[in-house]
Structures are given as structure tokens and as C-alpha cells.
């Protein structure tokens, strides 16, 4: 079956713009997670989503946010772009959630600010 | 509080010989525990996990890692390392309790593998 699609794969922004990436879980998993990679933090947990509601978030500013859409389909969204911002953001799916269950991970959308 | 701490940022093996990657934690209540890999340009893929069943755990690839309690560790191990094992492991854990959970990344270890 077809694994955890994100797009877009690469975009490049400026300070001050907003960004929205998407991200399509494996069909039947209801919970989608996503996750900021740097070279200077690593991996750090933005927030998950389960059945549109969101479960558990991590600590980032609010200009970072989420939805959830009834076919398990995942936005987030960073407004206000700041060059700290320019990482790898990964997403991931599961059939019972981030804390119980195995992760699907897509292949990340690389987002550069400049 | 809860934290995962992987003791190698980077670990370098011959081919053929043992892998051992090292990972202790902290936490409050009984954890779950992941090894995760990250192939470049990749997502993670999920290597073996430890849910309060058989300590020692074998996960795909040949990997395996064992629980140990009473040292709060939860090691990596291979006894042989193929040139396909080169990549970024990380160690995860997660705590739930009550209506909450939370999850923690290690810092991840970068193995090399030479000829």
C-alpha cells in the first residue's frame, strides 16, 4: 500500500512569509504527527493530530499550527518565517497514535528561509 | 521529567563486525522504547520496539536491543554490520499518563560502516 506522501518535498521562502505543508497518511491510520529536524535540536515533536483533533503538541510558538481534514489528510502551517525556521519537517502516521503504536514517516519537506 | 541520551554521536565499524549502539533514559512511569533509522534524504523508519514484553526485542535487519531496567537502558546491537547499516539511528521514548503522553527524540548516532 502506498506509504506517507509530503508535499512539497523542498521550498525555499523568505523572512515575514507564511508556509503550509501537506502530508497524506498510509489509508486507515488516523493519527498524523509531525516533527521539526535540525542539525542544532535534532528531532523535536510540533504536534499530532488524531481522528481532526489534535491530541498532544510539543513546545513550539503558536505560529506554528495544524489541522486535520476528515480523510486523515494533514496541513501545518508557519506564518511569520523567521531563518531558525529553516529546517526538515517530517511527518507521520499511525493506526493508534505516537504514543502506543508504530510511525510511518514521510520523506520530509525541506524548507529553507532566507 | 524524561530524557533520552544516546552516549555516541558517532560510532565507525569494519564490515562484518558487532554494532553496539548505546541509549539511556529517564522517565517517570514505564516506558515504551523505539530505535528508529534515517537513511539520507529519508523519513525514519522504525527498527524494533520495547512494550513491556520480552526484554530483549529483535527488529528487522538483523538488529535487536534489550531492556534493562535497573541500568535505565535500552542498547542496539548487530553482530554483523553490512555496508547498508551506514545511516542515523535514534533512540524514541514515550510515557503515557492519564489523557497525556510524551515522547522524546535522542540525539541520534551516526554509524559508518568501512570496507
Known amino acids: 500500500k502506498a506509504g506517507v506522501t509530503q508535499t512539497p518535498r523542498y521550498l525555499i521562502k523568505t523572512r515575514g512569509q507564511q508556509v503550509t505543508l501537506s502530508c497524506s497518511p498510509i489509508s486507515g491510520h488516523r493519527s498524523v504527527s509531525w516533527y521539526q529536524q535540525t542539525p542544532g535540536q535534532g528531532l523535536q515533536f510540533l504536534f499530532e493530530y488524531f481522528s481532526e483533533t489534535q491530541r498532544n503538541k510539543g513546545n513550539f510558538p503558536g505560529r506554528f499550527s495544524g489541522r486535520q481534514f476528515s480523510n486523515s489528510r494533514s496541513e501545518m502551517n508557519v506564518s511569520t518565517l523567521e531563518l531558525g525556521d529553516s529546517a526538515l519537517y517530517l511527518c507521520a502516521s499511525s493506526l493508534e497514535g505516537v504514543d502506543t503504536g508504530e510511525l510511518f514517516f514521510g520523506e520530509g519537506s525541506r524548507l529553507t528561509v532566507l | ?115
Not at chain 2, 12 to 27: A, H, Q
Open chain 2, 1 to 115: 521529567a524524561q530524557s533520552v541520551t544516546q552516549l555516541d554521536s558517532h560510532v565507525s565499524v569494519s564490515e562484518g563486525t558487532p554494532v553496539l549502539l548505546r541509549c539511556n533514559y529517564s522517565s517517570s512511569y514505564s516506558p515504551s522504547l523505539f530505535w528508529y533509522v534515517q537513511h539520507p534524504n529519508k523519513g525514519l523508519q522504525l527498527l524494533l520496539k520495547y512494550t513491556s514484553a520480552a526484554t530483549l526485542v529483535k527488529g528487522i535487519n538483523g538488529f535487536e536491543a534489550e531492556f534493562k531496567k535497573s541500568e535505565t537502558s535500552f542498547h542496539l546491537t548487530k553482530p554483523s554490520a553490512h555496508m547498508s547499516d551506514a545511516a542515523e539511528y535514534f533512540c524514541v521514548v514515550t510515557t503515557s499518563s492519564s489523557n497525556d503522553y510524551k515522547l522524546s527524540f535522542g540525539a541520534g548516532t551516526t554509524v559508518t560502516v568501512r570496507a
